[in-house]
């Protein structure tokens, strides 16, 4: 092989692997976009298997990524509130339905200290007599 065709082959190899990469990429977000991943470079780089540096050379790619990574935050945001209220909400009904039964079961309690008290009284008004 010349010098030229080992040139040539090289520039289609690099050619190839830039389009790999890019193909990567963009399957990567199209994922993490279904499944509702936050992104931002780290997870696409992890995701796709390039390297972040590489990432952010790609100024369409960066571009992209910066774009979707404003509005993956405010949906992310958005369902972590959501999720963080429906937790506080059935926490919260816990507590209330957990302070019913504990004042079902005082309330028993104090009948039952009556009923002893009442007992007693009778036992010690007995053995008076």
């Known amino acids: 092989m010349d010098k030229s065709n080992q040139l040539l082959a090289l520039k289609n190899s690099a050619i190839a692997k830039k389009q790999d990469a890019n193909n990567r990429v963009k399957s990567a977000l199209e994922q993490m976009q279904q499944h509702e991943i936050p992104i931002n470079f780290q997870s696409v780089a992890r995701c796709a298997s390039v390297s972040k540096s590489w990432l952010y050379k790609q100024t369409n790619i960066a571009n992209q990524i910066k ?63």
């Open 67 to 129: 774009s979707l990574r404003t509005k993956s935050g405010k949906i992310n945001r958005s369902l972590s509130n959501a999720k963080q209220m429906a937790r506080k909400n059935a926490k919260i009904d816990a507590l209330e339905q957990r302070v019913r039964s504990l004042a079902l079961e005082n309330k028993d309690l104090k009948q039952q200290v009556e009923v002893i008290y009442s007992e007693l009284h009778k036992h010690v008004s007995d053995v008076e007599i």
